[in-house]
């Protein structure tokens, strides 16, 4: 079979090669892939800055945004032939540590957990994978190629969740307005969940032109390409999408009373920024604020993504997926153009011929 393959720590290492068959091990159910979504997190595996290949092995098949279509399930499973299907990333980590035992094992303790196409597991990235029942999440059939959004969108699920658990401390927390920083799919994923629970989204980002003012726009949210003023706007809740060291900067402590930053974008390191400390320790007690960081999901979390895409409209979804590309010109889907917010990998051409 084909698959999208990289040799961890070696740069612009990627190729699209025939590899065997997904190993047994990989899990009980077989499903054929129909689209694999891209981001940051690949080119940087790409680029040789991280990943990890499987014990024994030199190359990691990458891809952790999963869309496919069940071939073969056990009975019992509670996945039958023709199934649409996404995979969950993350894998508990084998001792376990108690958050892995409870199946949080997106707030591992140890470290020691693996993940598809990323971290001592192989990937999404093939025409075909196996996966264990218990990590693979069924979708509504209606959703079809939009499925492929699932996993991004259980990440900012959970950066919600935990949000509104942290503000729900106070009884009589009653969050207004959301601001969110990015309009990337993770930024626009979490204004659509924002505006779902009522809030008044606005979002930051710094292009004028494209796509995402008007896709903001018709989600009922607010486009700024100019940072807003927060003591006016004064969020209940800031969602930091961006990883960028200078918003950064400029979200944390800015958020109302018994305000909550999620910080959901990862920022390079080596970028020195002048903070103020005092200032933020001022904001933080004197005001209960909190600033916590967000990362991966787990079931609780998918099954959220799945009611939250359930619920949007079609046809604004759509428009978050702004290439298709066919396995054939694999190539092309990590071009870096201006007008992307999600690129997608089309598998379901069956292109035997495109390997070398």
């Given at each position: 079979?084909?698959?999208l393959t990289v040799h961890p720590g070696k740069p612009n290492s990627i190729?699209?090669?025939?590899?065997?068959?997904?190993?047994?091990?990989?899990?009980?159910?077989?499903?054929?892939?129909?689209?694999?979504?891209?981001?940051?997190?690949?080119?940087?595996?790409?680029?040789?800055?991280?990943?990890?290949?499987?014990?024994?092995?030199?190359?990691?098949?990458?891809?952790?945004?999963?869309?496919?279509?069940?071939?073969?399930?056990?009975?019992?499973?509670?996945?039958?032939?023709?199934?649409?299907?996404?995979?969950?990333?993350?894998?508990?980590?084998?001792?376990?540590?108690?958050?892995?035992?409870?199946?949080?094992?997106?707030?591992?303790?140890?470290?020691?957990?693996?993940?598809?196409?990323?971290?001592?597991?192989?990937?999404?990235?093939?025409?075909?994978?196996?996966?264990?029942?218990?990590?693979?999440?069924?979708?509504?059939?209606?959703?079809?190629?939009?499925?492929?959004?699932?996993?991004?969108?259980?990440?900012?699920?959970?950066?919600?969740?935990?949000?509104?658990?942290?503000?729900?401390?106070?009884?009589?927390?009653?969050?207004?307005?959301?601001?969110?920083?990015?309009?990337?799919?993770?930024?626009?994923?979490?204004?659509?969940?924002?505006?779902?629970?009522?809030?008044?989204?606005?979002?930051?980002?710094?292009?004028?032109?494209?796509?995402?003012?008007?896709?903001?726009?018709?989600?009922?949210?607010?486009?700024?390409?100019?940072?807003?003023?927060?003591?006016?706007?004064?969020?209940?809740?800031?969602?930091?999408?961006?990883?960028?060291?200078?918003?950064?900067?400029?979200?944390?402590?800015?958020?109302?009373?018994?305000?909550?930053?999620?910080?959901?974008?990862?920022?390079?390191?080596?970028?020195?920024?002048?903070?103020?400390?005092?200032?933020?320790?001022?904001?933080?007690?004197?005001?209960?604020?909190?600033?916590?960081?967000?990362?991966?999901?787990?079931?609780?979390?998918?099954?959220?993504?799945?009611?939250?895409?359930?619920?949007?409209?079609?046809?604004?979804?759509?428009?978050?997926?702004?290439?298709?590309?066919?396995?054939?010109?694999?190539?092309?889907?990590?071009?870096?153009?201006?007008?992307?917010?999600?690129?997608?990998?089309?598998?379901?051409?069956?292109?035997?011929?495109?390997?070398?």
């Amino acid at each position: 079979m084909l698959a999208l393959t990289v040799h961890p720590g070696k740069p612009n290492s990627i190729n699209l090669e025939n590899v065997p068959p997904p190993p047994a091990s990989d899990g009980e159910v077989l499903v054929r892939t129909i689209a694999l979504g891209l981001c940051g997190t690949d080119r940087e595996i790409i680029a040789g800055d991280y990943g990890t290949a499987p014990a024994g092995e030199e190359r990691l098949i990458i891809g952790h945004e999963s869309l496919g279509r069940v071939e073969t399930a056990p009975e019992g499973s509670g996945l039958r032939p023709g199934d649409l299907v996404v995979g969950i990333v993350r894998r508990p980590d084998p001792v376990p540590c108690p958050a892995c035992a409870a199946g949080e094992w997106d707030m591992c303790r140890n470290g020691r957990y693996t993940e598809r196409g990323i971290k001592a597991r192989n990937g999404y990235g093939s025409e075909q994978f196996r996966i264990e029942p218990e990590f693979a999440v069924k979708l509504d059939p209606s959703l079809n190629t939009l499925g492929v959004l699932m996993e991004p969108t259980s990440v900012v699920a959970k950066a919600w969740e935990q949000c509104l658990r942290i503000g729900n401390r106070g009884a009589a927390w009653r969050p207004r307005a959301a601001l969110i920083t990015g309009a990337g799919p993770i930024g626009l994923l979490a204004a659509m969940i924002g505006v779902q629970h009522g809030l008044d989204v606005h979002v930051y980002d710094h292009n004028k032109g494209g796509v995402k003012p008007g896709l903001t726009r018709d989600l009922g949210a607010t486009y700024h390409t100019e940072f807003p003023d927060l003591q006016r706007l004064n969020p209940d809740i800031v969602l930091e999408c961006t990883g960028a060291a200078p918003v950064v900067q400029q979200t944390i402590g800015g958020a109302a009373a018994a305000g909550i930053v999620c910080l959901a974008g990862v920022s390079a390191s080596g970028h020195d920024v002048s903070f103020d400390i005092g200032g933020f320790n001022q904001a933080m007690v004197l005001e209960n604020q909190t600033v916590f960081g967000s990362v991966n999901a787990n079931h609780r979390h998918y099954a959220a993504a799945a009611a939250a895409l359930a619920r949007a409209d079609r046809a604004w979804l759509s428009r978050l997926i702004t290439r298709r590309v066919p396995l054939s010109r694999w190539s092309e889907a990590f071009e870096r153009r201006d007008d992307d917010i999600k690129v997608v990998l089309d598998f379901a051409g069956g292109l035997e011929s495109a390997a070398h």
